[in-house]
C-alpha cells in the first residue's frame, strides 16, 4: 500500500505538472494573441489618423477654393483699321479676374453693323427689301413684339443693361414683365 500511495502520489504530481505546463502554454498563446490585436489595433489607429489627416487637407483645400472666386473673361481686341472683312484679324485672350467687379463689355458693345458702313447700307437695303416682301397678315406675336422693340430703340444689348439696373426684385419683375 506504500507504493501505491507513492505511485499515486507521483501521478498526482505529474498530473498537476502536466495541467501547470497546459496551463502555462495557455497563457502565452493569450498573451501571444492579445499582443497581435494589439499591434493591429495600434496600426488601424494610425491608417484612421492618417486618413482623417488626409481629409482635413482635402476640406482645407476644397474649402480655400470655393472660398476665393475666379472668374474667367474673355476679352476682345479689334483692330479697328480700314482694312476688308476677310483681312481683319481679331485676337482672343483669356484674363482671369479674382476680385467681385466683373466687367460688362456686352453693355457698351458696338455692332459690326455699326461699325462698317458698307454693311449697315447693305443691311439697310436688305432690311427694305424684306419689308416690302413681308405679309402683314401672317406676322407672328413674337414679330409684332419686335417691331415693337425696334421702334422704341430697343435691342439686345439695351436691354441686358436695363435689367441689371435697380435692386434684385425690379430687375425679376421687370423681366416677368416682358
Given at each position: 500500500m506504500a507504493e501505491e500511495a507513492a505511485h499515486l502520489e507521483?501521478?498526482?504530481?505529474?498530473?498537476?505538472?502536466?495541467?501547470a505546463a497546459e496551463a502555462q502554454a495557455e497563457m502565452e498563446r493569450k498573451m501571444h494573441e492579445a499582443?497581435?490585436?494589439?499591434?493591429?489595433?495600434?496600426?488601424?489607429?494610425?491608417?484612421?489618423?492618417?486618413?482623417?489627416?488626409?481629409?482635413?487637407?482635402k476640406q482645407r483645400a476644397l474649402h480655400e477654393a470655393i472660398s476665393t472666386p475666379r472668374t474667367l473673361h474673355v476679352s476682345e481686341h479689334d483692330d479697328d483699321d480700314d482694312e476688308d472683312e476677310s483681312a481683319r484679324s481679331h485676337s482672343h485672350e483669356l484674363n482671369i479676374i479674382e476680385d467681385e467687379v466683373i466687367p460688362r463689355p456686352e453693355e457698351s458693345r458696338i455692332t459690326e453693323a455699326e461699325r462698317n458702313k458698307t454693311i449697315n447700307k447693305q443691311l439697310e437695303s436688305l432690311s427694305a427689301d424684306l419689308a416690302r416682301a413681308k405679309l402683314d397678315t401672317k406676322q407672328t406675336q413674337n414679330d409684332i413684339l419686335h417691331s415693337q422693340n425696334k421702334s422704341q430703340g430697343r435691342d439686345k444689348y439695351k436691354t441686358l443693361k436695363q435689367i441689371r439696373q435697380g435692386n434684385t426684385k425690379q430687375r425679376v419683375d421687370m423681366f416677368e414683365a416682358m
Open positions: 507521483k501521478e498526482e504530481r505529474e498530473r498537476m505538472e502536466r495541467e499582443k497581435a490585436k494589439e499591434e493591429e489595433t495600434r496600426r488601424l489607429q494610425e491608417e484612421l489618423r492618417h486618413a482623417h489627416e488626409e481629409m482635413e487637407e
